[in-house]
């Protein structure tokens, strides 16, 4: 059995094709849906027509493969938007596709899910537009929070200047509350830290198969802020997978170390499965 999933992100969509329990591929478009919605509140009328036109292309690469059951779900952007019914309203005029928008609760579960299936540890997924923590013990979820701080927010309000994405950070990371996941395994998942992996690994095209498993330490992803963020963006763009992400690949960065040194995490591992895979799971029971 095929079956596909579409992930609606505030920087990206995403498509998954799993069969029979196994994730064949994902392909990526940066959309930027969540641009300005620091500001404003709304979602970008031309943001919402390029992310509606990627999901439809989407729709037609799953038909074409085939695929028995097709699920989409939207994060962030969309649940936070006053005008979200017009970006569900026009994804469903151009190919009819009925969108399950989640909350950030549950953003979290799915993405512990995909990434640990039943298995105790925690994760950290950096988004455009939220950043999901959750951790597990026996069987457990111990703790688990999704905070309004993303990557693409984090451009909005501050661009890439250092110390202006410290104190926004600082402030935003505060609403975690007080947790220590010192001993627990933590994984990373998501855009920003597959892509700091690639770049870990100098590729050029998404691999996954190098970049599932790739660790960082904390010192590691502070050295790799600080040269993202001095580093032109045309450089970034010419010289890493970065393409479509250079601007805010070195504020995703800083956050994810500050999340890490706010849970008292020292190292993590990138993971390539994530809350694709797991809202698949969630719906169909396994993969």
Request: glycine share 10%.
């Amino acid at each position: 059995m095929k079956i596909s999933a579409i992930d609606i992100g505030s920087n990206s969509v995403r498509l998954a094709l799993v069969s029979d329990g196994k994730t064949l591929y994902k392909l990526l478009k940066t959309t930027r849906l969540g641009e300005g919605l620091s500001f404003s509140g709304i979602l970008k009328a031309e943001a919402i027509e390029r992310t509606a036109q990627a999901v439809a292309d989407f729709v037609n690469r799953a038909k074409a493969e085939k695929t028995d059951r097709l699920y989409a779900f939207a994060t962030a952007a969309v649940r936070s938007a006053s005008n979200k019914a017009q970006f569900l309203m026009r994804v469903k005029e151009l190919c009819g596709l009925e969108i399950d928008v989640i909350g950030g609760e549950q953003e979290a579960q799915i993405g512990i899910l995909g990434a640990l299936g039943n298995n105790d540890g925690g994760i950290i997924d950096v988004g455009g537009a939220s950043t999901e923590v959750t951790f597990r013990a026996g069987g457990k979820t111990v703790y688990s929070k999704s905070v309004n701080v993303g990557t693409v927010r984090l451009f909005d309000l501050a661009a890439r200047d250092k110390q202006k994405l410290l104190r926004i950070i600082s402030e935003k990371i505060e609403e975690y509350g007080e947790f220590s996941a010192e001993n627990i395994n933590v994984s990373a998942i998501g855009g920003t830290a597959t892509r700091l992996a690639a770049i870990k690994h100098n590729l050029l095209q998404y691999t996954p198969e190098v970049t599932d498993g790739t660790r960082f330490t904390v010192a590691e992803l502070e050295k790799y802020a600080d040269a993202l963020l001095s580093t032109p963006v045309e450089i970034i763009r010419a010289n890493t997978i970065c393409t479509a992400s250079a601007e805010v690949i070195g504020g995703g960065c800083l956050l994810l170390s500050a999340v890490m040194k706010k849970f008292d995490i020292s190292e993590i591992s990138v993971s390539e499965s994530d809350n694709l895979e797991g809202y698949i799971i969630y719906k169909e029971g396994a993969l």
